[in-house]
């Protein structure tokens, strides 16, 4: 049991870095066009915290959403085209990077405004117990968005009405180039903050992701049973520039020397020594779950290039559902 | 048949579709409170329980945004705001989020929502209490956009919005909150993006909305007394609009007069016109005209408000200017009496 | 100097009830037609903290805003001339009661919007700072407005820029008709979640006006030499109906005996005896205090009655400042 | 003359403000970073110091009344949102309070800040990063709304938007930014609400906005070859408008086409066109005309918004036909391979 959630772990670790290393490659091609904003570095969360989560539970996500996506098992293909505009993306082309949804898998959707599915988490969650399911509603968003009003106003309404939501900061340090001491007061956590609303909050290491998983079943339990919300913080590291392909420790918002500390601490090599120190897995079996992942993800490119544009003729039709 | 008021009619319309529909639900800061938003949501709580009537708090952003999350799984929320001017603080939920989900994500979503407004005029509501901002709403691409005058349409309506698909805006006019109309029994629903012919006439195609309507009603009367008779197009949906209704009219009148409860920049009344020049150009027999608020904010004291708003006797005179006569509204309507600034006898301030 | 300060937070009390208790008497003459909500019972938030301002501090202020103008040093003449829509009112009758100013003694101005004037004081402390003054800012709200993201933000903001703004909320445990049970978390406090956010708090009984002053002026002073921003929350009780001159107890949503239990705790009259019994003042003296308070507020409602109102022509070019 | 491009006349208005002036100051998500929103605020910071210019959080109601509050005490802030979307969530700050302060309290308060949104088309920006909503700030009164085309109009437009007494939404295009003209050193001051005449001619007015005018004046020159001239005039603000201008030149042609960068429903070019009707109608030899964007949020595939953006190639067939002619845009123009989807061969997204 707890191998197999290792090694799924593991592969959804994989799968969202080979993705989003893929696009940065691919990216200058300047087919995918439209604004995207990778996750490497960040995948320690995206993985540990959906592997905690059921199928039939919830997800949104935020401006930087792959990662959340595809750790909640949605279909890469569909991805990839939705990025390269294509008809057979997961938006039918009108989405972009930035609204990604797989519904089949609960990835109700991700937005580009900071902050912006906070409070539809919510209100799901508010369905959810309307219509008495046990399903957990988890939101992720980063540390910029805690400085939205709408995110204070949503965990006071979730606390007063003991709704079943998982919040899910990640952070990063940064919100685009600008660093928390410009945001935020010193010295002041952010789980401690949100704690004085009068939520349950925990923290912990981003980049295990085991520590994630652990720390996050621990709240998706409770909230099914207690039916009450609870927000966890989690330290980790964006690799890349903040949207786009490249890196951008030269433009001088922040250091080589902080770049380096935190890709020591990059979460798929940790999690993969782990597992070979614990057995769980050996070399050759890592071997072959990467080779698999990558045929997977050069397939879904494959197809997200092959698949056709859509056609404007018609879409004005679907401005409303009928 | 049985009369209702405005505001029974909309209680009555919560009541059918919550028993219709277990999924429908009904917040808002007050709903649940002694008043019940004016009479609209008296009852409810009793009727449905607190986990479908609830109050919240003073939180318009995510509150919104809670609706939508609500309504993606399956939810038909109905949120109030006691005053339009509140909802701009739900201003990015509505617009980013609410209007956008069906389209953005290849129509995956439907977004069940309708957000009640209330606007008004008169008795101090003043700048910020009484904003009439239906063309914000009408610009954004994915909304609906509501506004019935008559009991009738109130009821008729808001089970179309409450049960429409997409994410609906219904402004209520206070000053129509206490009229009457026949009002049936049970489940019926409007239509929305027809309007409704309210008078028949050669002369002229007055396109009116909400409260307005009543106006021109008004006027109208004393306007046949000099026989003139008018198109009244009481549009009800100022977003579908009824373009059909609209254009057949003028072509019959060939004059056009809107009426808008708002200011006029920016505002649907501006497009009717531009759609109307588009559309029926050669039936045209003379200028098209606006009947709006001056561009300027709401005024509190009523020595203000008095030339601030527009009232039958500015229709009757604009009216009787686009067709050469030369009659004097102000002369011809004896208000009685009745401070300007109140709908009736039974409104005593301060909401 | 405690002496004069005490008469002069009595004559402020008095000054308060009597303009509100008039507007109530006066109010279904019809005369002052717009909305207008009172703060009888809750006069001793504004009066003490009001005493402990500078003439040249700033205050900013709500819908319930006559206390605060008052207290401020607001001329009751422009402030009644305003409710009644004359030409005389201090906001030339086009704001009505929840829209009142007196730059003359930095009362900035109080708006409908809940929440609305609360980064408006953070505005005028940044505007401070910059200008090297040691004006402190106030703002006073109720308690719903902290349900407004705003607040939030505004707070993080003011804190991690240390801008000299104190914030003042009046508990009076009501929203119009809602009950803080339905808007805010039991069993948490308002000052104890703000003061997570990063703020320097504190909390009275706001019934008893000296230790309003006392904490007021322990603020106003670590504002000043601090150079931080301060949040202080008082409990109170409004007497009469939200918004209008009557008493509501007999509608439902709060008892009778709660108010009652509040009407003992009577800020005025608190204070009264207070003073009396300490012999700042004696009973001849409150006497004729309350005479000369009474005959000004009585001229100030003659002076609004008897002025004209303003007129319509030329006012459509008072929208923009030229 | 000495040429600047958009973004540096941006840039070098102002450093002019901030030295002319200590109470100017700068703010806004990134304003201090590397990029310096697109090269605008670049050096301002080094220049001026962190007092005057600085990054705030993510925290756009709040922020937007901090300027308001200071701009009360003399400070005169800029705010800058890049992405105009951004905005949607300090409405209630802007329309509620900045656009109501001066005239609701009887004129003693002034609000000189000024709101820069930026707005764009194109690379994927799609639903809720492209929206163009300029026709709601002109819906509200109090308001100032600019949108300037050239650099030159750019650094005297932001100018004077900084020494206006009161609120204004700077609107600039993305897709300006790179473009250069003539731009004089030192300080000057285009007025608000004044518009520019860009080309004359006898057969029609087009009246346009922002990133629109670029595509006008390519249209005006293939439609030269054709011999047909019209007055293009750039209207630069959106409210004031300059009507004057307007109506004189449609009075001369008698044809009115309107170009908007956003949607047309409840948009300042319906305006336009309701405007010229009251008071040109005599001079109207045909019907006005309105070119906008589609009634639907943006799409993000550029297969998608190839279709739904409004180019040259269109304005050649709508003047082509409101002048029974028969030209063809998509003929005569050569793009010469460029994507539709980018500005210049400068632009390489994402933003
Ligand atoms: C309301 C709003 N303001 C500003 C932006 C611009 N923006 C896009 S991403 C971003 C950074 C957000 O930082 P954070 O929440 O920490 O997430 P991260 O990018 O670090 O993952 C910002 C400010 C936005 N999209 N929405
Ligand atoms: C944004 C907004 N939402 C709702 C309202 C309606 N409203 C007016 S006063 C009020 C009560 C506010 O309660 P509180 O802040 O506690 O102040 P109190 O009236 O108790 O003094 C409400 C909800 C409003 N004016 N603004
Ligand atoms: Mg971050
Ligand atoms: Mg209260």
């Known amino acids: 049991m707890e191998h197999t959630l290792k090694i799924n772990l593991f592969k959804k670790l994989f ?111 508010l369905s959810v117990k309307l219509k008495n399911s046990s399903q957990v509603t988890c939101t992720f968003f980063g540390d910029a968005a805690v400085e939205e009003g ?90 890349r520039e903040h949207c786009g392909p490249f890196f951008d420790n030269d433009i001088g918002y922040r250091t080589e020397t902080e770049f380096l500390h935190w890709k020591e601490k990059d979460p798929l090599q940790f999690f993969e020594n782990m597992l070979l120190e614990q057995r769980v897995i050996d070399e050759s079996q890592i071997q072959s779950i990467k080779a698999g992942i990558i045929d997977e993800v050069n397939e879904a490119f494959q197809f997200a290039h092959d698949s056709d544009f859509p056609d404007f003729t018609g879409i004005q039709n679907s401005v409303y559902h009928s | 048949m049985r009369k209702l008021k405005f505001s029974q009619a909309i209680n009555e319309a919560f009541e059918i579709a919550m028993q219709i529909n277990p999924n ?79 389209f953005m994500f290849g129509g995956q979503h439907t977004v069940p929502i309708t957000i009640r407004m209330i606007t008004g005029r008169g008795w101090g509501q003043g700048p910020t209490h009484s904003q009439n901002l239906q063309s914000i709403f009408a610009h954004i691409p994915g909304l609906k956009v509501v506004m019935p005058t008559t009991a009738y349409d109130a009821k008729g309506l808001l089970l179309s919005s409450i049960f429409d698909d997409n994410p609906v805006i219904f402004i209520e006019h206070r000053w129509l909150h206490n009229l009457e109309s026949d009002v049936p029994e049970g489940d019926y629903r409007i239509e929305i993006g027809k309007s409704k012919k309210i008078s028949d006439g050669f002369d002229l195609t007055i396109v009116s909305m909400s409260y307005m309507t009543v106006e021109a009603i008004h006027a109208l009367e004393i306007l046949k007394k000099s026989d003139i008779h008018c198109d009244l197009i009481d549009i009800r949906s100022v977003k579908p609009m009824d373009w059909t209704t609209i254009f057949h009219s003028v072509k019959k009148t060939g004059r056009l007069l809107t009426l808008d409860t708002g200011v006029g920049q920016g505002s649907v009344s501006s497009d009717i016109i531009a759609e109307v020049c588009h559309n029926c150009w ?28 527009r009232r039958s006797e500015d229709i009757i005179n604009i009216v009787s200017k686009m067709l050469g006569k030369d009659l004097d509204g102000y002369a011809l309507i004896d208000r009685d009496g009745l401070p300007h600034d109140v709908p009736g006898d039974w409104f005593k301030g301060p909401f």
Chains 1, 3 share one sequence.
């Open chain 2, 24 to 102: 429908v639900i009904c917040y808002g800061l007050g709903v649940d409170d002694p008043k019940g938003v004016f009479g609209t949501t008296l009852g409810l709580k009793e009727k449905f329980g607190k986990d479908r009537v609830f109050d919240t708090p003073a939180s318009e952003n995510a509150m919104t945004g809670i609706a939508i999350g609500a309504s993606l799984n399956g939810i038909r929320p109905v949120m109030t705001h006691q005053r339009l001017d509140f909802s701009l603080l739900s201003m990015d939920q509505i617009i980013n989020n609410a209007a956008k989900f069906h």
């Open chain 2, 282 to 309: 050669s039936s045209l027999k003379a200028q098209p005209e606006r009947l709006s608020l001056p561009d300027m904010p709401t005024p509190t004291s009523p020595s203000l408000t008095k030339h601030f708003y």
């Open chain 1, 15 to 125: 799968k969202i870095r080979t993705v989003e290393e893929t696009i940065a490659d691919k990216y200058t091609e300047w087919e995918m066009r439209c604004p995207t904003h990778l996750s490497t570095g960040q995948e320690g969360v995206a993985a540990g915290v959906c592997q905690a989560l059921e199928d039939d539970d919830f997800v949104f996500s935020s401006h930087r959403s792959h990662a959340h996506y595809i750790a909640k098992g949605g279909d890469i293909r569909k991805m990839i085209a939705e990025i390269y505009g294509k008809s057979t993306g997961c938006s039918a082309g009108r989405g972009g990077s930035m609204h990604l949804i797989d519904k089949s898998v609960g990835f109700l959707g991700s937005t580009s405004i900071v902050g912006g599915t906070i409070p539809l988490a919510a209100g799901v969650a």
């Open chain 1, 150 to 239: 709408v995110f204070y106003e949503t965990i006071n309404y979730a606390v007063t009405n003991k709704l079943p939501v998982l919040f899910i900061c990640e952070n990063n340090l940064y919100s685009v180039y600008s660093p928390l001491s410009v945001r935020q007061p010193e010295n002041r956590n952010i789980f401690e903050m949100v704690e004085g609303i009068g939520i349950s909050v925990d923290h912990g290491n981003g980049n295990d992701p085991w520590e994630v998983f652990e720390k996050s079943r621990n709240a998706v339990g409770k909230i099914r049973e207690l039916q009450i919300p609870i927000f966890l913080e989690f330290s980790t590291y964006r690799w």
